[in-house]
């Protein structure tokens, strides 16, 4: 039986490096908007206490970001790490559609950017899963 390897699967380089180039992108957000909901910052707790998280929420919430940001970054991870970032970034932009319906698009872009990376990485999340069920 032979399979394919995420690295033996073709695809042009230029797609390639588009999409390592946003994942770099997406990464960076994701460190950005997390480090002020890691350190607790009081302007970021608003939109957690009306859902009922409080600060606990937010320091999840944040890092769970800024792990996805890493693992954007890890080949083996990244397909996985897009695969988590999308229910959190469905939280955002539904609580952002609720506190500044103004807002809403910055969340909703950046979900459908994260699915784009989980969709073109899909193959490696499946080798990943299939790697661990070994």
Excluded: N, Y
Excluded at 13 to 18: G, I, Q, V
Excluded at 44 to 56: S, T, W
Excluded at 102 to 130: E, K, M, Q, S
């Amino acid at each position: 039986m032979t399979t394919t390897s995420p690295a033996t699967r073709s695809r042009p380089a230029a797609a390639t490096a588009a999409l390592w180039v946003l994942q770099v992108l997406l990464a960076i957000a994701f460190a950005l908007i997390a480090l002020p909901k890691m350190l607790g910052d009081p302007i970021a707790v608003g939109p957690f206490d009306l859902i009922g998280l409080g600060i606990p929420g937010m320091v999840v919430v944040g890092w769970l970001e800024f792990a996805g940001a890493i693992a954007l970054l890890v080949p083996r991870l990244c397909g996985l790490a897009s695969v988590c970032q999308v229910p959190l970034m469905i939280g955002a932009t539904v609580l952002m559609a609720v506190e500044d319906p103004g807002l809403a698009a910055i969340p909703a872009v950046t979900l459908v950017l994260v699915c784009v990376v989980a969709w073109f990485r899909r193959h490696d999340t499946a080798a990943l899963v299939a790697l661990l069920r070994r």
